[in-house]
């Protein structure tokens, strides 16, 4: 059974009621009801704010781990992953990734830790002109792999995403969903420890989701950031939610949501 720990007072001042599903502290802790940030942690985070003003998050993810970061646009889920995956400065509060303080990552450290992520983008960032294999092929070459080390990996990540019959095709002329399953085989060629994902199910609620979470249930961390926390793996018992929500109009202090 889960229970519903609410991470800190409802500030009037234009911040967000935070929430998070999670798991029951041992007894005599005295640590955060996220559990212990560090410990094997692949990523943790303590009073986080998501925009100025906001109300602090916190959580803790490991390996096998799913966390959904929910609420409406605006709210500041997509920035928070765009720092996780080291695309923006960290903001205020305290991010460890795979054991590392973003705020004092050397360069070589944040080439490592890209190297052990996947990133899943709510707009899939691919090069245009190039083929969706090679799209594919250039998420391994970043990590400072070969085209031949990665052959055999790029061509049966492509025939699970269902991809082979559009290997040679140009990404511009992909529709919607053959785009975002490139960007997730590009994301999965490295085989990461952490895959980071905003909005991957898309307008139509596509199959990339579904697949990301098989995936998460092979033993790979998945943090995923969307609108519709009900479309992500709800009956996996090792499932946390945290909700970033406006205040609503005669909202009171300490309100949780489920």
């Known amino acids: 059974m889960v229970e519903l720990v609410h991470l800190d007072e409802f500030s ?19 640590d955060s009801p996220v559990g212990d940030l560090g410990s094997g942690a692949i990523l943790s ?7 100025p003003g906001s109300t602090p998050v916190a959580f803790v ?8 970061i929910a609420g409406p646009a605006g709210v500041g889920k997509t920035g928070l992953l ?8 960290p903001p205020r509060g305290d991010i460890e990734l ?18 052990r992520m996947g990133l899943v983008f709510q707009t899939p960032r691919l090069i245009e002109d190039a083929s969706a ?11 400072g792999r070969t085209a031949d080390e990665v052959g055999d990996d790029v061509d049966q990540l492509m025939a699970w995403v269902g991809l082979t019959a559009l290997a040679d095709r140009a990404a511009q002329d992909l529709n919607d969903e053959a785009r975002r399953r490139v960007a997730m085989a590009r994301a999965l060629v490295n085989r990461p420890e952490l895959i980071v994902a905003d909005e991957p199910a898309g307008p139509d609620g596509s199959a990339v989701l579904r697949m990301l979470v098989e995936v998460n249930q092979a033993g790979t961390a998945l943090l995923v ?16 939610v945290i909700e970033l929500a406006p205040p609503l109009a005669g909202s009171e202090p300490g309100r949780q949501s489920a």
């Open 12 to 30: 009037p001042k234009g911040s967000l009621i935070i929430t998070s599903v999670s798991r029951t502290p041992s007894a005599g802790s005295n």
């Open 45 to 51: 985070a303590r009073r986080v704010r998501t925009r």
């Open 61 to 68: 993810l490991r390996p096998g781990d799913l966390l959904v």
């Open 82 to 89: 765009e720092t996780i995956g080291l695309a923006t400065p």
């Open 98 to 115: 795979f054991e590392h303080d973003l705020k004092d990552l050397t360069r070589r450290e944040q080439l490592a830790c890209r190297r």
């Open 133 to 143: 294999r090679d799209n594919i092929t250039l998420g391994a070459l970043a990590a």
């Open 225 to 240: 950031a969307t609108r519709e926390p009900s479309q992500v793996d709800p009956s996996n018992d090792k499932r946390r």
